[in-house]
């Protein structure tokens, strides 16, 4: 089992960074893919970023490419979701996840998830 609690979440003008962290305990992270997903209100849920457990192959929607940048620390059990040039179109939950398979359909763990508000 793998637990992931994000933080980082907030209000933020456009134009504007904010850096999502999400902290893993229960199993180490470093044998894990993980990923950014995001969920509009009355949307989808979104796959943003994934990154592959060494951190040399990520991966970006569209959307967010050039804005957003995924990294991970996996000595500290952390990744994190560096976010900037926001929009007001990024505004949605965003929650953290893992799975052994980096492009895994549906990712197995997740978090509760953190709000990201954007004003224009």
């Known amino acids: 089992q793998v637990q992931l609690v994000e933080s980082g979440g907030g209000l933020v003008q456009a134009g504007g960074s904010l850096r999502l962290s999400c902290a893993a305990s229960g199993r180490t992270l470093s044998s894990y893919a993980m990923g950014w997903f995001r969920q509009a209100a009355g949307k989808e849920r979104e796959r943003v970023a994934t990154?592959?457990?060494?951190?040399?192959?990520?991966y970006y929607a569209g959307s967010v490419k050039g804005r957003f940048t995924i990294s991970r620390d996996n000595a500290v059990n952390t990744v994190y979701l560096q976010m900037n040039s926001l929009k007001p179109e990024d505004t949605a939950v965003y929650y953290c996840?893992?799975?052994?398979?980096?492009?895994?359909?549906?990712?197995?763990?997740w978090g509760q998830g953190t709000q990201v508000t954007v004003s224009s």
């Open positions: 996840a893992a799975d052994q398979v980096v492009f895994a359909p549906v990712y197995t763990y």
């Open positions: 990154i592959n457990w060494s951190g040399g192959t990520t």
